[in-house]
């Protein structure tokens, strides 16, 4: 099928939602680039979902606006919208086999059979799911059942896909295959797609750029690289990553961070009764004593495979340091731990701000 | 392709379209709003009125009755309590040692029954105005058969849903036949019933036992528990005469104790249907824990089962008391004085000379429906809960 | 799972005590017998016996004498009475002149039938499963006979066809409605819950009310509704002088009991389609009447069998109402099955009184099992 490439920007203007007195969405704004892959990644209760749900129309939001490309949708039905969505229970009908699910969105515009046949098989083709036309959603796995949802998502060619959680309900070695499908598909079409998780691996492989929601407020929009290396604050900082970047409470005075009764010194500068300082695990190393900068104990220590996860015990804070395999160090033992004094992340402990 | 120019093309809405389309998603469109809410006060007022029209006339008097339709009280008539007078004041027996002059009967009458093998002893004649009477039977009748059929229903639910049974095919043909050896010797030879059951029964654990290894064909749980629930089919009146016969033939006729075993009986197979889908979606975990923690199997049901079940319990036993609250059929048959249940006693109304005395027997209607009612709404609240779908969905 | 240690019922001796076995151990290790022994001695007792006992005086001529009943064996006659048709005897109604229709109807039917059972002979049914068929089939050509020479035919009723006209049209019609207001009530409206106790209530009150609440309200000089009659000039008519108007007076009555029946079961059944089921399609672009027709009905057909079977089941036995609103009567027209087999044993006749009551359980487990069979079964079995 010639794919026609109809990309579309996406827009939520100041869009609100609230439950009664329960606000899930505040002033939530977010522009997605057209043909763009955009992940929302938020714990849960974030208020992802209902994001997905006001751009779908199966919610209608309080206040504020939503457009698809220049056309304002907020309070048109969600089958003027032009999307099409996965669930995250797939949402098959149990009644109808793999061909009449996938056909469905075509058979309810009344398309006529010959050309929906051809348009069944060859959204079902691009999912390999050509061989299991006749059965029914029962009778498949959970990965195949995944690929019928899938197939008939992309079967309309819609202007912007919606994906609700759509691998959670899958194994881990599934999962892992069917992102690289839906990451390849999403770039083969080529149409703007808002895609929601909790999931942080789905979130830094799939996605062009990453929103992560907290408490119905956006915390930061930017790419798997930049949020990574670049957080805006704290939740962030601890949300993504894994294990999650260590933190460890002081103060900050001037360019140097005083905890223990240690002292670091900071990229940053600054005033600040209780600061928090963020290293990853991998920018930590386990030195033997009056060599690092954090004094300690060893609190336990896991082999992963091909590196060694040393939790250390120090003053208030536990630590995670990613040490070699080879790692030999016992429970209880001192040690100190010395940090990669250009990534360090300083934070203000009150409001969570990072301090630049 | 056609279908890729499907834009927004209807966002622009006309009129029409607007009246005939929800705003959004979870409302409905204004020509539905107003279809919908006229079919429903519609269906409200035909559902209500009838219930109305008995209230309303359970306080009129006879010229309110018969001088033509009279609707709204105080406005086009007068309520009075003529039809509440003749039931309670007008009855010398009515006063408020009424209800404990019948518990006092009620035991004494037990006694007399158990004891009757032994000592002749007279049963009490009610001292009782009829309405406390049948009102007072309703309710003993309809509690403690309701007890009896959910403790014996949900036993043998629980036990079918976690033990195996395989009863013998060739017993229960040989049960079969005894049983039409029965009837027909105490019906045409005409022997004593208790000494051809007594002898068929010993008969059979004789035979059960000498014959019993010998049967390969066994049924399974599905085929008792089919059996069970398939008694609903028979209708009640294909048992009437017999039942009849029985309960004259051991002088349980026009006592409590009769109905209450044939309304448990009548009732059995809803409970067992129930309660074995609630028994049969129960983790199996809790169970198996209890029994290594050295439960008998009756305290794992009493303790550990039956709470876990407690709403559809509840639901049950509701349903339950309100279908025997209203039984009439049985009630005919096997009633006629002293366990008179209020269905009868509102179809009595109906024998009077001077034609239906309808603002005496919807008084007993109304005292009849109000506890049903309560019962109503609150079943509605399992039913909202989907406490019983299990079982329709098969 | 609580299994037993083999497949050996053991047996109840309480042996074990003189081996200094105490009472609860005894009982426990017998409580596989014990839990489930009342239920099954309960039924044996009042139903199955009752059941059997009901065949010998279906088959014989009852007497009272003073010693008690006096049986006299008559093989089939009380049923051959019921079959042979005269007013006395009116199972069947009257079947004196078959008319043309009436005959075109029952080859019809027959042709049908045969069709059938050819076809499901030739799909490799079971013999089980055949001869439930030809069991059917059988009783379809025989109800469509008794139809074809008493309504197409002009000639009066019997109790079965009137039994069989409250099942059908009694059924069907309190399903349309029942389902009808269901949806109505899984809509989006406000006072939800109020609505769903209110439709439920007439479910729960006796029988015995409906028929003489209904008696009351539709009375024609003195019900509610006097003005109304008295203007399109009915004023010295009553429901019991026409047997149509007889009939549906009492459908009237029972549909405003049961339709609430099938309303509680299916709103349930439509509540509990799963919500993603209908948002998917509402995205995918379907309109309500689309959701309806491809979405929920298709998943709530299985429920909606059941709900049928139970409430034909049911209906079977309606007795109250035809007895209170109109006695039976004009002549026999809304007398159902049992209601005939009430008024010969108040007639004294409890061998005809069984037989009618007999029939009926014949009927029943016939209609019932067929729609069984052929209808919940095969909805269940497609459903996941």
Known sequence: MTSVNRKVPVRFDKVRKYFGSVRVLEEFTLNIAPGEFLVLLGASGSGKTTALRILSGLETATGGRVLIGDRDVTNILPKYRDISMVFQSYALYPHKTVAQNIGFPLKVRKINQAEMDAAIRDAAAQVQLDHLLERYPRELSGGQRQRVALARAIIRRPSVFLMDEPLSNLDAKLRGHMRAELKHMQQTLGITTMYVTHDQIEAMTLAHRVAILETGVLQQLATPAEIYNNPANLFVAQFIGSPPMNVVHGSLEGRRFQANGTSVETPVAGQIGKAILGVRPEDCTVVAPTKGVLKGTIYTTELIGDHTLVTVETGQDKLTVKAPKDFNGKHGDAIEVALATGRLFIFDAATGQRVR | ?394 | MLRAEDNIQPGLSPAGLLTGESWTEWFDRHSRTFFIAPAVILILIFAIFPTFYSIVFALSRVKFSPTGLRFRFVWFQNFVAQFTGNEQAHFLGRLESMSILGWFVTLAVVAASLLWLHRSFRAGATWIGIIGRIISAALAIFMIWILSGTLLSGNPWGTLLTTLFYVVVGCSLQFVIGTALAFLCSQPIAGKNFFRVLFFIPLMITPLGVGYAFKMVLDITKGPFQPFWEFIGLRDWAWSTDAWAARWFIVLGDSWQWIPFIFICMLAALENVPRDHVEAAQVDGASNVQIFREIIWPQIVPVAATVILIRMIEAFKIVDLPNIMTSGGPGIATESMTLHSYFLWRANDMGSSAAVAYLLLILTVVVCSSFFNLVVRRQLGKAV
């Open chain 2, 1 to 394: 392709m056609s279908w890729h120019s499907f834009k927004f093309e209807k966002a622009d809405r006309s009129l029409l379209e607007r009246l005939f389309e929800p705003p959004a998603i979870g409302r409905m469109s204004p020509a539905a709003t107003l279809l919908a809410y006229g079919l429903l006060i519609f269906w409200s007022a035909f559902v209500i009125f009838p219930i109305y029209w008995v209230v309303i006339t359970a306080f009129k008097d006879a010229a309110a009755v018969n001088q033509g339709p009279y609707f709204i009280p105080f406005v086009d008539f007068q309520p009075n309590l003529d039809a509440w007078r003749v039931h309670l004041s007008a009855d010398p027996y009515c006063d408020w040692y009424a209800i404990g002059r019948q518990f006092v009967l009620l035991v004494h009458n037990s006694l007399a029954f158990l004891l009757s093998p032994f000592v002749r002893i007279a049963p009490m004649e009610p001292q009782i105005c009829k309405l406390y009477l049948a009102f007072t039977n309703s309710l003993v009748i309809s509690i403690v058969s309701t007890a009896l059929c959910i403790s014996v229903g949900s036993m043998a639910a629980y036990a079918l849903a976690r033990v195996q049974y395989k009863p013998k095919f060739g017993n229960i043909i040989v049960f079969v036949i005894l049983t039409l050896i029965v009837i027909v010797t105490t019906s045409y030879v005409g022997l004593p019933w208790y000494v051809t059951s007594a002898i068929a029964l010993a008969l059979f654990f004789f035979l059960a036992r000498a014959l019993g290894k010998r049967f390969t064909t066994s049924l399974g749980n599905n085929d008792i528990l089919f059996w069970m629930i398939s008694q609903r089919v028979l209708p009640p009146i294909v048992v009437m005469i017999p039942v009849y016969m029985m309960f004259q033939a051991v002088g349980l006729l026009d006592t409590h104790l009769a109905l209450i075993i044939i309304y448990a009986v009548t009732n059995l197979p809803i409970v067992v249907w129930l309660m074995h889908d609630f028994f049969a979606n129960l983790p199996m975990e809790l169970e198996e824990s209890a029994q290594l923690d050295g439960a008998t199997r009756f305290g794992i049901f009493w303790e550990i089962v039956l709470p876990l079940t407690r709403p559809g319990l509840a639901a049950t036993t509701l349903l339950t008391l309100i279908l025997n609250w209203n039984e009439y059929l049985f009630a005919v048959f096997l009633s006629t004085a002293k366990a008179q249940t209020m269905p009868i006693m509102v179809a009595a109304k109906n024998a009077g000379e001077k034609g239906i005395l309808w603002w005496e027997m919807c008084a007993i209607i109304v005292v009849m429906i109000i506890p049903v009612i309560l019962m109503a709404i609150l079943l509605t609240r399992f039913i909202a809960r989907g406490v019983l779908l299990g079982a329709v969905k098969g």
